[in-house]
């Protein structure tokens, strides 16, 4: 039976209405899709990238932050703007991390990040010198611990004057704070001050939360942050970050080695190519997730005893596991050789446990009582003694060895 124009005509104006309902609904859920609220749903660690510029272009601090709403948990992963690698993609060239930045802007600089730390980071925040000074202000102040006491005129006739100990800094103190450079400093005396003010900045905006996030007033404050998500987005995702718990906030600076390139640049090469970094921030968002510490970050102790005849093994583990977060109080030579790595949990079997021996791939696993150790006048418990094995191969334990008969 032959149909008619127009129904055919009909018919074709019912799809064409069709098609652009659909893609009015697909546009629209893609306009009011929340990528806060996924991740949320996903019940995953909350990533974002916070940068703090000079203004001109150029990354003073650079870190990822990673926190657990549940759990009120976070960490800290600092990316030392001096980090060297073969930029193929953004720059075509071996250079510091931080000249993606300078040279390719935010977007850029986040996927190499991502690259380097093998995780996503969906947000990010901005913040420049004016603005973190501003911010300063607004917040009362941020205490930080100048280790001496500055006083010097730069080439530009700036004085920089600042007192020594825990003190309380106002927005112009601050910005003397992050840029001044004394001589005889390193890239790595820099970069732990600049950690101070960013890890003071998270606190302060913490303990001063119910007027950051006071409604009639939070576009003051927002104003003073470029972020990746605006409006509604960044004031769920700014209202997650004052419920993160910063007393225990350190940021882990990642292992490696300073080297001078053919152009004279001195670069820090990360350790394994890269690899522990990627470790230690999977094994740290793993534990941000645990139970166990429900009640706030906790930090471990651990002693590391060389039973093997390499030089250096215990000092270069001990480097290894600092950079993981945890305390290493002792390392030395042990009294004797072994075959075999071996870790002696004093806690128990527990989940902080299981997150150290997967990290170094020791299976080998005894239990004892809490071992105190004695320094000065004050003593200390040890939660794990690493035995370093002939199996160790300064990064992980070969051979799987469990210390039980094989069958």
């Not at 003071?200 to 003073?224: C, G, Q």
């Not at 993981?324 to 002696?344: Q, R, S």
Request: hydrophobic share 40%.
């Amino acid at each position: 039976m032959a149909v008619s124009k127009e129904k055919l005509s009909a018919l074709f104006l019912v799809a064409i209405l069709a098609v652009m309902i659909g893609a009015v609904v697909v546009m629209a859920s893609t306009l009011t899709s929340d990528p806060l609220e996924e991740t949320l749903a996903k019940n995953e660690v909350v990533k974002t990238l916070l940068v703090i510029n000079d203004g001109e272009g150029n990354a003073l601090v650079t870190d990822v932050f990673a926190f657990y709403p549940p759990y009120n948990k976070g960490a800290l992963f600092d990316i030392p703007g001096n980090i060297g690698d073969i930029f193929d993609k953004s720059l075509g060239r071996t250079d510091r991390i931080d000249a993606i930045y300078r040279e390719k802007g935010m977007k850029t600089y986040v996927s190499e990040i991502e690259r380097l730390t093998d995780t996503v980071i969906p947000f990010t925040i901005d913040i420049n010198l004016d603005n973190l000074s501003l911010l300063t202000d607004l917040l009362g102040g941020l205490n930080v611990l100048v280790y001496s006491p500055v006083d010097t005129v730069t080439e530009d006739g700036e004085r920089w004057l600042l007192p020594s100990g825990q003190i309380t800094l106002d927005g112009d103190k601050v910005r003397t704070y992050v840029t001044y450079r004394l001589p005889g400093e390193s890239d790595s005396d820099v970069d732990d001050r600049r950690q101070n003010v960013l890890v003071a900045l998270l606190s302060a905006i913490t303990e001063n939360k119910a007027n950051v996030l006071r409604k009639k007033d939070f576009s003051v404050y927002a104003s003073k942050f470029d972020a990746s998500v605006q409006g509604d987005l960044f004031y769920k995702l700014l209202s997650l970050i004052c419920s993160v718990n910063t007393d225990s906030l350190s940021p882990l600076f990642p292992q490696g080695m300073l080297r001078t390139t053919s152009t004279g640049q001195q670069l820090w090469f990360l350790q394994d190519g890269g690899q522990l970094i990627k470790d230690v921030i999977k094994t740290t968002l793993a534990t941000l997730v645990s139970e166990e510490e429900r009640g706030g970050s906790r930090v471990y102790v651990v002693e590391i005893q060389n039973a093997t005849s390499v030089t250096g093994s215990a000092r270069n583990a001990a480097f290894l596991l600092q950079g993981m977060g945890y305390e290493v109080l002792k390392y030395g030579n042990a009294d004797k050789e072994m075959e075999h790595t071996l870790i002696v949990s004093h806690v128990g079997d527990s989940e902080s446990l299981r997150v150290l021996s997967e990290f170094i791939k020791c299976a080998y696993i005894e239990y004892e009582e809490v071992k105190p150790l004695s320094y000065g006048n004050e003593s200390s418990d040890v939660d794990f003694t690493v035995y370093l094995g002939k199996d160790w191969d300064g990064r992980y334990v070969r051979g799987g060895y469990t210390g039980k008969e094989e069958e």
